[in-house]
């Protein structure tokens, strides 16, 4: 059993404490999924938490159920066709790379600058790919969609981030854009 | 690197970026929703709340759905467990954890040679404990802890098994063309290295007597190193290298290579002989020598790349305790030179740039044999914050001997 459940209380006092200790590490999935935009973050996680209050004392993983609504919610937004909150950059760097001479560091701003330029839903399912490192199928589940809707988006969304960024042609293609291959499908073998 | 990697670290250095959650926020929460509670129309954000609760599936923990929220390990910036030795739930800080936990024992044969046996914990991503992992000669678990390279006995081996740590089944088998006794991922998780012997490193000769002073053993031989492969780990496919030991040196006989911190090249130890000092080499992937990188000159032999802070700027250094004083030095990663000095026996690796693993002993027992009874501890650089991680280390039953941890990054 983990830390999280062993302090969790039936009460108010039970949920303050849930917020208090898990609440800043929420808020970093909460800001990924808002594109880098604090104050959206904040919004988004604050709406998760009162969800969770509202029915704290019959929720089994207040953890597990934030997180399930941090993610629908998200791409709810995008469901719904919200207006995306434009997020503003004080260090986007300079369009064009030098040869060849950009930088890990400039690449990954680059690279966070053209996150937040993604719709809600391609965030949600790179942040859940390579953030939370879920599996396909767990991403699929989490999202309610299917497991060819979270593969296709994948893909969409990594090709859409080598559009936005320019800088990032000169990197190597990611595994979910290579043509899905059969070659080393895994085989069970006991030892 | 490619796509992959950048968005992973991309992700990860804005997370890194997130400060703290205000300090009222549940008090903040509470009161939003007081407010709500109280409106008969909804709010926009109310609304979508709404539309979530109609798709939502709560998650019930026993309830037999496979429940993963964030990583093995969750976000919990530290887990602890000071009142476990060997460890048996997860133990983690920062961006490591312990993945896994190793003691040897020697096994004396009939024959008068012997073998040297590991006994790993490993641990379940599922119910995130350790469990005992016997039966492979070597184990070595991936970044992101949900699968593990294992090698079967008699090695070397011709064969890397990638063990499915939830289901505690190979998944699949890379075969090598050249007998493997030791293997560990990159950085990334992408690459393999093997390392390739002619004779089982593991095995004790009767040839070479050690002595604790009342009986004598069999000890190790000489390092019959030949080289390494570096694995792709998707298409399993390699490249296999030369790297011989040095037929004159009397050091280990395991002499692994390892990935540098980057997991852009391969570095290579060799024990000097007679009259040479012993060198350590690193060459790119493609097998080319180069010149050791400034930030890698002074990584601690027995711990390779895990000296390396997060950042490549500081490195773990050796102990630098005075008379009855516990300290550990750490030293800038170029010039060597000493930054800070930490109430800690040895350094493990870093939680993160500001953090390190270490052991630690018991700061009113550190004498003598108390100097071996130390736990796993988490200590601030600066303000020598230090939390305990596991308790003292003491042999178990299930565990017999003293445990050695081994860290990825979670």
């Known amino acids: 059993m983990d830390a999280v459940r062993e302090q969790r209380g ?133 999202l309610g969609i299917s497991v060819g809707t979270v593969r296709s988006t994948t893909q969409r969304s990594l090709v859409r981030l080598r559009g936005l960024a320019p800088e990032l042609a000169s990197l190597g293609r990611a595994d979910a854009e290579q043509p899905p291959s059969r070659d080393y499908a895994p085989v069970e073998v006991r030892p | 690197m490619n796509v992959d990697d950048m968005l992973k670290d991309a992700l990860r250095e804005q997370a890194d970026g997130v400060g703290p959650a205000p300090a009222d926020f549940a008090d903040r929460v509470l009161g939003v929703r007081r407010k709500r509670r109280g409106r008969t129309v909804a709010g926009a954000a109310v609304a979508a709340a709404a539309v979530v609760a109609g798709a939502l599936v709560v998650p019930q923990i026993g309830g037999g759905e496979d429940v993963r929220p964030a990583g093995v390990t969750g976000t919990a910036d530290v887990i602890a467990h000071p009142d476990q030795s060997p460890p048996k739930d997860v133990i983690a800080a920062g961006r490591t954890a312990l993945a896994s936990f190793s003691t040897t024992k020697q096994v004396v044969f009939k024959d008068g040679d012997g073998e040297m046996v590991r006994t790993y914990g490993v641990l379940d991503p599922t119910t995130k404990t350790y469990r005992k992992a016997a039966g492979w000669a070597w184990l070595d678990v991936a970044p992101g802890l949900r699968t593990a390279a294992v090698l079967e006995k008699d090695l070397p081996a011709r064969r890397i098994g990638l063990l499915d740590l939830a289901t505690n089944k190979v998944t699949r088998w890379i075969p090598v063309a050249r007998g493997a006794a030791g293997v560990e991922f990159s950085p990334d998780g992408s690459k393999l290295v093997a390392t390739t012997y002619k004779k089982d490193p593991d095995r004790l000769h009767k040839e070479n007597k050690v002595s604790d002073g009342k009986k004598t053993y069999p000890g190790s031989g000489p390092s019959t190193r030949t080289g390494y492969s570096v694995i792709d780990v998707k298409s399993g496919k390699g490249t296999w290298f030369a790297a011989p030991s040095n037929e004159e040196a009397f050091g280990n006989a395991r002499e692994d290579a390892y990935f540098s911190p980057d997991g852009k090249l391969v570095g290579v130890f060799t024990e000097g002989g007679f009259d040479n000092d012993s060198t350590l080499k690193y060459y790119d992937l493609a097998g080319k020598e180069v010149a050791t990188p400034a930030n890698l000159r002074h990584l601690l032999g027995w711990i390779g790349a895990a000296s390396l802070s997060p950042n490549g700027k500081l490195v773990a250094g050796d102990f630098a305790g005075k008379g009855k004083e516990i300290a550990v030095a750490v030293n800038d990663a170029v010039t060597g030179e000493r930054t800070d000095k930490l109430p800690a026996q040895q350094i493990l690796g870093w939680a993160d740039d500001k953090r390190v693993i270490a052991w630690g002993c018991d700061p009113k027992k550190c004498d003598g044999k108390g100097e071996f009874r130390n736990q796993l501890l988490l200590v601030t650089l600066g303000t020598h914050k230090v939390v305990p991680l596991s308790d003292f280390r003491k042999a178990s039953a299930a565990y017999p001997g003293r445990w050695s941890p081994e860290f990825t990054t979670r």
């Open chain 1, 10 to 142: 039936e009460s108010a006092e039970g949920f303050r404490e849930f917020v208090a200790s898990r609440s800043s590490a929420l808020l970093k999935t909460a800001v990924l999924l808002s594109g880098g935009d604090r104050h959206a973050g904040e919004d988004l996680l604050q709406n998760a938490l009162i969800k969770v209050a509202g029915r704290w004392s019959r929720v089994d993983d207040p953890e597990a159920y934030v997180r399930q609504v941090l993610y629908r919610q998200q791409v709810s937004r995008w469901r719904l066709k919200w207006p995306r909150r434009e997020v503003s950059y004080g260090e986007v760097p300079d369009g064009a790379a030098g040869d060849g001479g950009t930088s890990a560091a400039e690449l990954r701003v680059v690279m966070r600058t053209a996150l937040a330029r993604l719709t809600p839903r391609q965030r949600t399912v790179l942040v859940l790919r390579y953030f939370e490192d879920l599996p396909e199928g767990d991403v699929a589940r989490v």
